[in-house]
């Protein structure tokens, strides 16, 4: 929740109080653990325990796919949710940035950023043109860049690079 940057997200679509919106958290974080960091609102809503079959059907259902991670790796959500054409607001300190381009498929903010988020966020909302385009392009950069096939083609390349490299 923390190292996720869950607070800042939360602090952030708060802020805005959008009408007829919700800010689903998925996670194994409750609810409890989180109020003791952020203040909650009733449309913050906790999904835990997820079957990951079934996330394409909760991105299916979202409009925006936010990660404000402050330290990640690279999470198999991104990928996932803007293969189901979600357009994504991410931080520099994972590899969004070798996934989106800024203001193409989504947004790159800086980690604990609240109004960076929230102006991000807002744009969205009230742009919803704008987010059907960019999701449609996040979808299309998945589909070009990084499917299974695409992934282990890549890795494939590298280990032969590497093992003519060690011929010498």
Aim: charged content about 25%.
């Amino acid at each position: 929740f923390i190292l996720k940057g869950m607070r800042y997200l939360i602090d952030a679509y708060n802020s805005l109080e959008l009408n007829n919106s919700e800010l689903w958290i998925l996670g194994t974080t409750d609810r409890k653990f989180a109020e003791k960091i952020v203040n909650l609102k009733k449309n913050n809503i906790f999904l835990k325990n997820v079957n990951e079959f079934k996330l394409p059907d909760i991105y299916n259902r979202s409009s925006v796919f936010c990660l404000p991670t402050l330290s990640d790796g690279m999470p198999l959500v991104l990928l996932q949710a803007m293969a189901c054409g979600l357009p994504a607001i991410c931080t520099k300190y994972f590899l969004a940035p070798d996934v989106i381009t800024d203001g193409q498929e989504g947004f790159i903010v800086e980690p604990s950023d609240t109004k960076a988020i929230s102006e991000k966020i807002k744009f969205l909302y009230n742009n919803p043109n704008v987010t059907s385009i960019m999701g449609k392009k996040a979808r299309k950069r998945i589909e070009e860049n990084f499917t299974w096939d695409h992934v282990s083609e890549r890795i494939v390349n590298f280990c032969n690079q590497r093992s003519d490299q060690s011929k010498f």
